[in-house]
C-alpha cells in the first residue's frame, strides 16, 4: 500500500469579535488518489500534529507527520501565502 502524501492550502480564517483568529478553513488534498477536503480547524489546534491528525482521521484521511515535519508543513504553507500577497 502507498503512503499517503498530502498536501495543505490555506483557503481564508473567521475571527472573534475581538480581532483574534477563531479558525483556519484549509484544503487538504490526497496527493495519492486527488481526494480533495475543506477542513475547519481551531487556531488553537492548527500546530498541533496530534490534533491534525485527529481531525483528518474523522475524515479518513491518514496523516503521519511528526510534529517536527507538521510545522515544517505551516510554514511552507504560510510563506507560499505570503508570495500571493
Same mark, same amino acid.
Given at each position: ?8 492550502? +490555506?483557503?481564508?480564517?473567521t475571527k $472573534?469579535?475581538d480581532g483574534?483568529? %477563531?479558525? +483556519?478553513?484549509?484544503?487538504?488534498? %490526497?496527493?495519492? %488518489? !486527488?481526494?480533495?477536503? %475543506? ?13 491534525? $491528525?485527529?481531525?483528518?482521521? !474523522?475524515? $479518513?484521511?491518514? +496523516?503521519?507527520?511528526t510534529q517536527? $515535519? ?16
Amino acid at each position: 500500500m502507498a503512503e499517503t502524501t498530502l498536501s495543505f492550502k +490555506y483557503l481564508r480564517c473567521t475571527k $472573534k469579535l475581538d480581532g483574534t483568529i %477563531d479558525r +483556519y478553513l484549509l484544503e487538504v488534498t %490526497d496527493t495519492r %488518489d !486527488g481526494t480533495t477536503e %475543506d477542513i475547519s480547524v481551531e487556531a488553537k489546534h492548527l500546530t498541533s500534529a496530534h490534533s491534525m $491528525k485527529r481531525i483528518l482521521l !474523522g475524515r $479518513k484521511m491518514f +496523516y503521519s507527520a511528526t510534529q517536527s $515535519k507538521h510545522e515544517k508543513m505551516l510554514v511552507e504553507m504560510f510563506e507560499s501565502l505570503s508570495e500571493v500577497i
